[in-house]
């Protein structure tokens, strides 16, 4: 029901024109060819709007058991390991979303914990969803000029970003903003590869993308 229910929004979404007044608001706060500076500020917007909620809301602790999963994969990848030995105290450290056999790692694909392990050392994993936050402005807002023209474009990312789902999730240290970076991504090189003027890297960029969001959500990749 929900998936219907998004294609049915999408439909017609697509088939609505902004309001005459909500252009001329948009051309009048930062004029009618000013597509690179939405996609800087609102790129910046999406990059401090999460880290905020992770540092003043969530106050950096993980709110889900995922999280942590993620965090030991990110740690053991950092340290040149896919798994570490069980610690004696084996019960204590089950949970649904690790193996715990002798061998300690988490369940997931590996994407996700590649894509932080290198902050792991430093203790920062948790704020690499505000930087795919921030990465996914710029596919958007490419896409949604290419569907539906500049001023759409504007809008999708004011909804991007005032959206607490979506704010709240990059915050997080779930895999949500990475897929959701990642699918951005391959939507627009899609879109740009079926064009007259396609480039091979538009088509290698779909390639990347489809690959990168299937090792961080293949369920959501396929």
Same mark, same amino acid.
């Given at each position: 029901?929900?998936?219907?229910?998004?294609?049915?929004?999408? #439909?017609?979404?697509?088939?609505?024109? *902004? *309001?005459? #007044?909500?252009?001329?608001?948009?051309?009048?706060?930062?004029?009618?060819? =000013?597509?690179?500076?939405?996609?800087?500020?609102? @790129?910046?917007?999406?990059?401090?709007?999460?880290? %905020?909620? !992770?540092? &003043?809301?969530? /106050?950096?602790?993980?709110?889900?058991?995922?999280?942590?999963?993620?965090?030991?994969?990110?740690?053991?990848?950092?340290?040149?390991?896919?798994?570490?030995?069980?610690?004696?105290?084996?019960?204590?450290?089950?949970?649904?979303? @690790?193996?715990?056999?002798? !061998?300690?790692?988490?369940?997931? &694909?590996?994407? #996700?914990?590649?894509? %932080?392990?290198?902050?792991?050392?430093?203790?920062?994993?948790? &704020?690499?969803?505000?930087?795919?936050? $921030?990465?996914?402005?710029? *596919?958007?807002?490419? $896409?949604?000029? !290419?569907? =539906?023209?500049?001023?759409? +474009?504007?809008?999708?990312?004011?909804?991007?970003?005032?959206?607490?789902?979506? %704010?709240?999730?990059? +915050?997080?240290?779930?895999?949500? $903003?990475?897929?959701?970076?990642?699918?951005? #991504?391959?939507?627009?090189?899609?879109?740009?590869?079926?064009?007259?003027?396609?480039?091979?890297? /538009? /088509?290698?960029?779909?390639?990347?993308?489809?690959?990168?969001?299937?090792?961080?959500? *293949?369920?959501?990749?396929?």
């Amino acid at each position: 029901i929900g998936g219907l229910a998004w294609i049915a929004l999408a #439909w017609g979404v697509a088939r609505l024109a *902004p *309001p005459p #007044w909500l252009s001329a608001a948009l051309d009048r706060a930062f004029g009618a060819d =000013a597509d690179a500076r939405w996609i800087t500020y609102g @790129t910046l917007v999406a990059l401090a709007v999460p880290f %905020m909620l !992770r540092v &003043f809301l969530l /106050h950096g602790v993980s709110i889900l058991d995922d999280e942590e999963a993620y965090r030991l994969q990110a740690e053991l990848l950092a340290s040149g390991q896919l798994a570490g030995d069980s610690h004696p105290l084996k019960l204590f450290f089950d949970s649904p979303f @690790t193996v715990n056999d002798g !061998r300690y790692y988490a369940i997931y &694909f590996l994407g #996700w914990p590649m894509l %932080m392990a290198p902050l792991a050392p430093l203790g920062l994993t948790g &704020f690499v969803g505000c930087l795919c936050a $921030a990465a996914t402005v710029a *596919p958007l807002f490419l $896409a949604a000029r !290419r569907f =539906a023209g500049s001023t759409a +474009a504007k809008v999708a990312v004011l909804l991007f970003v005032l959206s607490p789902t979506l %704010m709240v999730s990059a +915050a997080t240290g779930l895999a949500l $903003a990475a897929v959701l970076a990642a699918l951005a #991504w391959l939507a627009w090189a899609a879109v740009r590869a079926t064009d007259d003027d396609a480039r091979p890297w /538009h /088509h290698a960029g779909v390639a990347v993308a489809f690959c990168a969001a299937f090792w961080i959500r *293949p369920q959501d990749a396929l």
